[in-house]
């Protein structure tokens, strides 16, 4: 079709074509990170029916399985846990570890580099943590029940990216690079909120050689060494004093990702790689094999190989095994009475589906009305708001911080049940708002400064308007 054929025409109207500009908004990299975490939530839900039916089969089997103990000893010194901890305290770590990771690399060479891009979905996050927080305290204000207030603060990653994948590209890049760095602010939000507040008590020394291997961490970092061994071997260390100060030891996977260097390598990483390939083009023994393989990861950052390595073990493994050992509760009749009248379960529920609906679209729509940040793209209110509800799916954080806030079992029952509902209560009415006002609101921004003109308006667009621009 010519482009003389979209123009009107004396005595009828022009066509109405759909114009897709293509807006390279996401890197390589963080669509790759995006596609592991959608695979995962179907894994993650399948592991959660799964722990479900378990649950509720006749025997007690899931709760007497996950509560086996394990222990491991060398002398003196020994480690003991249930398999239900050591997937919580251990696996885990290796979760935190990928989000570490990633929050270093979006910092230094990824998209949280720029602040007017960073602070619509930063400030977006902390509505996120604060009201779903205040929501919770008003229907448990006091007593062992009010420790809760931490499990509506966080988005499930994985579960997010799942649903924003069912809409294909009728979801902008942009809602999803927003939505991925408001997951983040908020992950790093809710370490914080576990490391300060669901401590009970702590090892003085412990600290200490925590401190210590932190530094050591540090100076790594500063030397620039690209090998990944040191900051593992360091690391494992760093889990060990942490788990025995008494602080959360995924904190430790936290940290270590955090300080993996992940600035993007120079020219003078690569000038060797040239030399060693030639040798082994000359003669591929063991020795030049084995130096020209050490000089090309030597060309990639230690946190891109770490991530690449562990981002799919995380995804595809410790996340669907956190979900089969924590998503497990009692589907009784009496047990579903008790948390329908519940105020920990209600409180959940709530908090998670209109506390993240409210407190991310009002603080970012003010941001943006402000015009502190930018949320460029196709975006529109209704996605914004779309999204803010579907950041209600608090499942893993929000299971994870439970375990942490609850040692009686019928509070961990109520708060289970709350947030497996209001997971799914926010996944369907995100799901229904983007789908029905998604493209019916105004644009959050009619135009990006920084990127391409806006296309023209009106009942038919000249893809020809562009290039006159």
């Not at 839900?45 to 103990?69: D, E, I, K, Q």
């Not at 003085?204 to 100076?219: D, E, G, K």
């Not at 082994?280 to 084995?290: F, H, M, Q």
């Not at 595809?316 to 008790?338: I, M, T």
């Amino acid at each position: 079709m010519s482009t003389e054929s979209l123009l009107p025409r004396p005595g009828r109207p022009g066509p109405s074509p759909r114009v897709n500009v293509p807006l390279p908004y996401l890197s390589e990299s963080v669509r790759r990170f995006m596609a592991r975490e959608s695979g995962s939530a179907a894994l993650l839900l399948g592991a959660t029916m799964a722990a479900l039916v378990w649950a509720n089969l006749p025997g007690h089997t899931y709760a007497s399985f996950w509560h086996t103990a394990t222990s491991l000893q060398v002398g003196s010194w020994s480690l003991a846990l249930d398999l239900e901890h050591l997937v919580n305290d251990g696996a885990m770590a290796l979760f935190f570890l990928v989000v570490g990771l990633e929050i270093s690399r979006e910092l230094t060479v990824g998209e949280l580099r720029d602040a007017r891009t960073v602070v619509v979905p930063a400030v977006g996050a902390l509505g996120g943590l604060v009201l779903p927080a205040l929501i919770y305290l008003a229907f448990e204000p006091s007593g062992p029940a009010a420790a809760g207030w931490g499990i509506p603060m966080s988005t499930d990653t994985a579960f997010l990216l799942g649903v924003l994948a069912l809409f294909g590209p009728r979801c902008p890049d942009q809602l999803r690079l927003f939505l991925l760095t408001l997951a983040i602010v908020d992950d790093i939000g809710a370490i914080v909120v576990m490391a300060v507040f669901y401590t009970d008590h702590v090892s003085v020394v412990a600290l200490l050689v925590s401190a210590a291997l932190v530094a050591a961490l540090v100076v790594l970092r500063q030397a620039q060494v690209w090998q990944l061994t040191p900051y593992l071997l360091v690391g494992l260390g760093l889990w060990l004093a942490v788990y025995e100060s008494g602080v959360h030891p995924t904190l430790a996977g936290v940290l270590v990702g955090l300080l993996v260097p992940a600035a993007a390598v120079g020219p003078e990483a690569r000038k060797h790689l040239p030399f060693y390939g030639r040798a082994v083009l000359e003669n591929a023994d063991p020795r030049r094999v084995r130096l020209a393989t050490a000089a090309a990861r030597a060309t990639v950052s230690a946190n891109h190989r770490l991530q690449d390595a562990l981002h799919p073990v995380s995804a595809y493994l410790v996340l669907p095994l956190f979900a089969l050992a924590n998503a497990g509760v009692l589907l009784s009749w009496d047990a579903l009475r008790d948390a329908a009248q519940s105020g920990v379960t209600i409180g959940i529920v709530v908090a998670l589906v209109a506390g993240n609906a409210v407190g991310i679209s009002l603080t970012a729509g003010l941001v943006l009305r402000m015009g502190v940040g930018t949320l460029a793209g196709r975006v529109r209110y209704g996605h914004l708001v779309g999204g803010a509800m579907l950041a209600g799916i608090g499942f893993t954080i929000s299971l994870f911080i439970t375990g942490l806030a609850f040692d009686d079992q019928q509070l961990r029952q109520e708060a289970k049940i709350g947030v497996l509902v209001g997971s799914l209560v926010a996944a369907v009415l995100g799901s229904l708002v983007l789908r029905v006002l998604g493209e019916r609101l105004p644009l959050c921004e009619v135009s990006d400064p920084d990127g391409p003109p806006p296309l023209p308006s009106g009942p038919w667009v000249d893809p020809t308007a562009r290039a006159r621009s």
